[in-house]
């Protein structure tokens, strides 16, 4: 939120220059400074709510100018310990989990916009990047692989894909088209961080197998809702 304020006591008058608050611009309010910003949060929070501007799970799943790029909305960034879960009712990003010492995730983790995997939630992508992101930042990437798995026991399991993609102006990942140019160990570590996520939670977590960037199209068109 940015604003610029002038207020007179005598005539209990605000005049708001600039305002960006869920694309509400109120200019000018004749209410005390203090009743002047509660009205102007209402009014955005509830133009928000209605079209769907503060839900970034709502968004197209792919780029309105290339339609071969995923839109990623990243979750958790870089080296980060705190694992943070979008909540579509509340329309805020929540900490979900902290990582022991000594485990970060390896790279910026988010979820594809209106799509829905087999466990219920949003796709998951893990993205390869320069620098750390930040919650809530959305990305444009190119689709390179998928890291199939499956959680829960026998007799109780789910799919649970996790699509790898590179950040459409990454420089250090320029090259890379599909998982083959990741390198047979570089996607062993990211199976193992994954099982390892599980284990934290007391879950099972089996990779089936990683797949091309086509399957990893197929799967997310499969799963928009």
Same mark, same amino acid.
């Given at each position: ?118 466990? *219920?939630?949003?796709?998951? $992508? %893990?993205? &390869? ?8 930042? @959305?990305? #444009? ?60 939670? *007391?879950?099972?977590?089996? $990779? %089936?197998? &990683? ?8 799967? @997310?068109? #499969?799963?928009?809702?």
């Amino acid at each position: 939120m940015r604003f610029g304020r002038r207020y007179d006591n005598s005539r209990q008058q605000v005049i708001l220059q600039e305002l960006d608050l869920s694309c509400a611009r109120i200019t000018r309010t004749n209410l005390p400074l203090p009743q002047s910003i509660h009205v102007v949060v209402q009014i955005g929070t509830e133009m928000s709510k209605k079209n769907g501007l503060a839900d970034p799970s709502r968004l197209k799943p792919f780029d309105a100018d290339d339609k071969r790029l995923l839109r990623v909305v990243i979750e958790t960034p870089k080296g980060s310990r705190n694992k943070f879960a979008f909540d579509p009712d509340d329309h805020i990003f929540e900490l979900k989990k902290v990582l022991p010492a000594g485990m970060t995730f390896p790279y910026d983790f988010g979820f594809v916009p209106s799509t829905k995997a087999d466990d *219920g939630d949003p796709i998951d $992508v %893990l993205v &390869l990047m320069d620098e750390p992101a930040f919650p809530g930042r @959305v990305l #444009s990437c190119r689709v390179i692989g998928v890291i199939e798995g499956e959680q829960g026991d026998k007799k109780d399991k789910e799919r649970n894909d996790r699509i790898i993609a590179v950040e459409k102006d990454a420089h250090s990942w320029a090259d890379i088209k599909t998982m083959d140019d990741l390198g047979k160990e570089f996607c062993r570590e990211l199976e193992e961080f994954f099982v390892n996520y599980h284990k934290l939670s *007391g879950e099972q977590y089996r $990779v %089936l197998g &990683l797949k091309g960037p086509d399957e990893a199209r197929k799967l @997310v068109k #499969s799963g928009v809702r």
